[in-house]
């Protein structure tokens, strides 16, 4: 049976831009709240741990929901699922803009977690059917860096829309703007046949795992734990980090604009370049255990130079080590996701990533929380930075030493551990 080849078809160029593009309007509704973070606190007298509840909020649905996600991709089109979630949380966006409580509020942040849910475990499906071993790096490459640039464009020209038109506009923009993706992913959806490019066993008969079967796995755990760090690095830097600037280092707003977007760029090109070498050190026959554990553990501890970062005392110094952190993490996240799809196989990728980003993304609703309560406790950001440095070092240990082998798992083989 011939495997994938290592170059990405037209088809799979034309989806894979799609999800990018998802996964970019995805990551501005999710950080456009960090943008206009100083003036809803303002408008609605909330404290710092309030306004870190409003994110939490958003998180515990999006966590909870991804059970249900993996359960639904069982049973429905995949494409049509994300499709529907899409539309679900760009309306929640915009009805954020029109929200005159903070009980609304946090309402809408529930609603968006719910539609955005559908997200992960829809891409990790998807790439684990028609993405070959070799292109897995590139495509997840490829989706973080959307996910990156997300933040980095609505961090950018979202503050100058708060800062011009006010914070309810930019919401409205961005959800009713972003629907002009649905006719594409209408039309260039592949409609239940699968792309010209599957994994080499995809045809075998493959028994899905239950979920305690899934658990009992090493490997899961290793992901679980790994992406927690991993998220609350990443949703502590979307949450906090405008605020962090305009309020502890004292920017502008137009400042922040644009010093405040590098970090995230920094993280997509990092991602990128990294999911593209290591496709094509395992496409010439490098391990893919090493060659993507070796990105992942050394992304996660250069990443904690986010301390020293905070304590540099100018702020030219502390935004170099910003940006050089942020490239290193986006080592990480480019490959991260290519070991669940391997380990998984197309059969069970849905639920395994549903399973994955539920556990994960209550790092979340910790770091919204806890760093909003670290704020009003101490009157400071330094036992927030400890915070994330301690989770990737966790997450490197994780990736390092609980995760095994990255190679398809036998699910057909009951009892065997991974």
């Given at each position: 049976?011939?495997?994938?080849?290592?170059?990405?078809?037209?088809?799979?160029?034309?989806?894979?831009?799609?999800?990018?593009?998802?996964?970019?309007?995805?990551?501005?509704?999710?950080?456009?709240?960090?943008?206009?973070?100083?003036?809803?606190?303002?408008?609605?007298?909330?404290?710092?741990?309030?306004?870190?509840?409003?994110?939490?909020?958003?998180?515990?649905?999006?966590?909870?929901?991804?059970?249900?996600?993996?359960?639904?991709?069982?049973?429905?089109?995949?494409?049509?699922?994300l499709g529907m979630g899409f539309v679900l949380w760009s309306l929640a966006t915009a009805?954020?803009?029109?929200?005159?409580?903070?009980?609304?509020?946090?309402?809408?942040?529930?609603?968006?977690?719910?539609?955005?849910?559908?997200?992960?475990?829809?891409f990790s499906k998807i790439l684990a059917s028609d993405f070959g071993e070799t292109q897995?790096?590139?495509?997840?490459?490829?989706?973080?860096?959307?996910?990156?640039?997300?933040?980095?464009?609505?961090?950018?020209?979202?503050?100058?829309?708060?800062?011009?038109?006010?914070?309810?506009?930019?919401?409205?923009?961005?959800?009713?703007?972003?629907?002009?993706?649905?006719?594409?992913?209408?039309?260039?959806?592949?409609?239940?046949?699968?792309?010209?490019?599957?994994?080499?066993?995809?045809?075998?008969?493959?028994?899905?795992?239950?979920?305690?079967?899934?658990?009992?796995?090493?490997?899961?755990?290793?992901?679980?734990?790994?992406?927690?760090?991993?998220?609350?690095?990443?949703?502590?830097?979307?949450?906090?980090?405008?605020?962090?600037?305009?309020?502890?280092?004292?920017?502008?707003?137009?400042?922040?604009?644009?010093?405040?977007?590098?970090?995230?760029?920094?993280?997509?090109?990092?991602?990128?370049?990294?999911?593209?070498?290591?496709?094509?050190?395992?496409?010439?026959?490098?391990?893919?255990?090493?060659?993507?554990?070796?990105?992942?553990?050394?992304?996660?501890?250069?990443?904690?130079?986010?301390?020293?970062?905070?304590?540099?005392?100018?702020?030219?110094?502390?935004?170099?080590?910003?940006?050089?952190?942020?490239?290193?993490?986006?080592?990480?996240?480019?490959?991260?996701?290519?070991?669940?799809?391997?380990?998984?196989?197309?059969?069970?990728?849905?639920?395994?990533?549903?399973?994955?980003?539920?556990?994960?993304?209550?790092?979340?609703?910790?770091?919204?929380?806890?760093?909003?309560?670290?704020?009003?406790?101490?009157?400071?950001?330094?036992?927030?930075?400890?915070?994330?440095?301690?989770?990737?070092?966790?997450g490197a240990l994780s990736y390092a030493f609980l995760v095994g082998r990255i190679e398809?798992?036998?699910?057909?083989?009951?009892?065997?551990?991974?």
């Open positions: 049976m011939a495997t994938a080849p290592s170059k990405p078809t037209f088809e799979q160029w034309r989806l894979l831009a799609l999800l990018v593009a998802a996964v970019f309007v995805n990551y501005i509704d999710r950080s456009n709240l960090s943008v206009s973070a100083t003036d809803i606190k303002q408008e609605f007298g909330l404290t710092a741990a309030q306004l870190g509840l409003a994110s939490s909020w958003f998180f515990a649905s999006y966590a909870l929901c991804q059970l249900a996600a993996g359960w639904v991709f069982e049973r429905y089109s995949v494409y049509f699922v009805a954020t803009g029109l929200v005159s409580t903070f009980a609304l509020l946090i309402a809408t942040r529930v609603v968006l977690g719910i539609g955005e849910s559908v997200a992960y475990p829809a897995r790096g590139t495509a997840n490459a490829l989706i973080d860096a959307g996910s990156k640039l997300g933040p980095a464009i609505g961090t950018y020209f979202g503050a100058l829309v708060v800062a011009s038109q006010g914070w309810r506009s930019l919401f409205i923009y961005l959800g009713f703007g972003a629907m002009i993706w649905l006719p594409f992913w209408v039309i260039w959806t592949p409609r239940g046949r699968r792309l010209p490019a599957p994994s080499p066993n995809t045809k075998v008969s493959v028994r899905m795992p239950s979920m305690l079967e899934l658990l009992s796995l090493r490997s899961v755990w290793g992901s679980f734990l790994g992406l927690f760090a991993i998220n609350y690095t990443w949703y502590f830097m979307v949450t906090w980090f405008p605020y962090y600037l305009e309020n502890v280092r004292h920017f502008s707003k137009q400042s922040m604009a644009t010093l405040g977007a590098i970090p995230f760029l920094m993280i997509a090109i990092g991602a990128t370049l990294a999911g593209v070498l290591a496709d094509r050190m395992i496409a010439k026959g490098a391990s893919p255990t090493r060659t993507r554990k070796t990105f992942i553990v050394t992304g996660l501890l250069c990443n904690t130079l986010l301390l020293p970062a905070f304590l540099a005392p100018s702020n030219e110094i502390a935004m170099g080590l910003f940006w050089l952190a942020s490239f290193a993490f986006g080592l990480t996240t480019a490959n991260h996701w290519a070991v669940t799809q391997t380990i998984a196989g197309p059969v069970v990728a849905g639920k395994w990533t549903g399973m994955q980003n539920c556990f994960g993304n209550f790092a979340g609703v910790l770091a919204g929380w806890l760093t909003g309560k670290i704020i009003d406790v101490t009157g400071s950001f330094q036992m927030a930075f400890a915070v994330v440095v301690g989770m990737v070092i966790m398809p798992h036998d699910w057909n083989r009951q009892g065997s551990v991974t």
